[in-house]
């Protein structure tokens, strides 16, 4: 039986794809796929490069997963993470807000590869 209210997206990313990408997202037109506070962390890390490309699958998997309800922006979203560690989308996009969507995340990385999984329900 199908549920209409509930969605799942997944995306996985190469991480040596978005290494090679770094010195891009310094500036030009992919600065743009991330916020200020998603370059910060990113870049605070010793090897940044898995984390774009966690906080790019996360990105992807939400769009996948609002399919259904909405298009997603992906400019107004960012990736954060409470005092836990646990990670969250901050939305900037009244439209998405007001749909009132119930939005899980999880991300994970190995060495060669970046994976989110993202459910919305409705």
């Known amino acids: 039986m199908m549920n ?22 310094e500036s030009g037109p992919q600065r743009n796929l991330f916020s200020e506070d998603e370059h910060y962390y990113c870049r605070s890390r010793k090897d940044p490069a898995p984390h774009y490309a966690a906080r790019w699958c ?42 009132n969507l119930t939005i899980s995340l999880s ?5 060669k590869t970046a994976m989110a999984i993202v459910t919305v329900i409705k």
């Open 58 to 99: 996360a990105k992807e998997a939400l769009l996948k997963a609002c399919n259904p309800f909405y298009k997603v922006d992906l400019r107004r979203v960012s990736v954060s993470k409470a005092q836990d560690g646990s990670p969250f989308f901050v939305l900037d996009d009244m439209e998405l807000l007001e749909i």
């Open 107 to 111: 991300m994970t990385h190995s060495r």
């Open 4 to 25: 209409n209210n509930f969605n799942v997206g997944i995306d996985c990313e190469d991480i040596d794809r978005w290494r090679k990408m770094l010195p891009k997202l």
